[in-house]
């Protein structure tokens, strides 16, 4: 492993990668030589990640600039179809760096695979796979996701998870196409999840919680007050609109918005899940 790069098995035998702030819990099923060539891959990857991004940061955190690396590419082009609204290749490193150690670790042998990079999860299924996917909310459904279906990423944002939101969404669930999709539909849909200007919400500069910030000056929130029943539909709502526009251009096969209690939802993946392994 690379300078300060962590691999080890977990007990029920998940592969645990960890380095700076990426810290991945990974799971093949298949045949058991095919399992272990395929950790051992995934963890040779993993080692020298964190140094090629960190390379790239500057470009990686701003609107514009040429990428080298193929993970900083990946970021680069899982954003570019939500723009002009302002978005970074930053809104797609977790599910973009999912893809690329799933990407390792998936081979001959291996049915059916996942990598779960803080929540957000990038899926390897060979035809008549399935896994099963919780979400972390109270109350949501686990989500199936099967080798028939189009997505093979999924992954969650809002103003309680690890990176700033402009938005007020406890959570925002998204199915796509690939993880890194997936994360920067999430970080847009929970940006638009927002009751601008309401007195229970307080906001702080990005750049005062965080100095480099890919955010710069822009308004994250820092917390949200008890709301009543119709203002929580009403920021639902406003997020659930972006959701369905991007349903309709095809960058999402599903979304699921969460606030104080109250959920609405999109697409048809966002169903009672059925039988399947779960991650």
């Given amino acids: 492993m690379g300078q300060g790069a962590m691999a080890a098995l977990l007990p029920g035998g998940r592969l645990h990668l960890q380095h700076g702030p990426i810290d991945i819990v990974a799971e093949a099923f298949g045949d058991p030589f095919a399992v272990r060539a395929g950790y051992a891959r995934a963890s040779a990857r993993f080692a020298t990640i964190l140094e090629e991004l960190a390379v790239e940061l500057p470009v990686l955190r701003s609107e514009t600039g040429a990428l080298q690396g193929v993970i900083a590419q990946r ?21 973009a760096v999912a893809e690329e150690v799933l990407g390792a670790l998936q081979g001959p042998g291996i049915t059916r695979a996942y990598v779960n990079n803080g929540g957000d999860i990038a899926f390897h299924l ?19 996701m099967s080798s028939s279906d ?10 309680r998870g690890r990176s700033w939101s402009l938005g007020i969404a406890d959570a925002v669930t998204v199915l796509a196409r690939t993880a890194a999709m997936a994360d ?30 890919d955010l710069g000056d822009r308004l994250v929130t820092t917390g949200v007050g008890p709301l009543s029943r119709d203002e929580v539909v009403a920021a639902l709502e406003a997020g659930l609109v972006t959701a369905e526009a991007f349903l309709k251009r095809g960058l999402i096969e599903a979304a699921g918005l969460f606030l104080q209690g109250e959920a609405l939802a999109t697409g048809a993946l966002m169903l009672p899940g059925r039988e399947g392994a779960s991650v």
Avoid: K, Y
């Avoid at 970021?75 to 599910?95: K, L, S």
């Avoid at 920067?184 to 965080?210: F, K, S, W, Y």
């Fill in 75 to 95: 970021m680069a082009a899982a954003v570019a179809p939500f723009r002009p609204t302002f978005i970074t290749p930053m809104a797609a490193v977790a599910g």
């Fill in 184 to 213: 920067a539909a999430a970080t847009m849909i929970a940006n638009a999840v927002d009751l601008p200007g309401h007195p229970a919400i307080t906001r702080r500069p990005a750049c005062e919680m965080q100095a480099e910030s």
């Fill in 126 to 144: 060979t035809p008549g796979e399935s896994l099963t996917s919780a979400i972390a909310v109270p109350g949501a459904l686990p989500v199936l």
């Fill in 150 to 159: 189009a997505a093979r990423g999924i992954a969650t944002s809002g103003w």
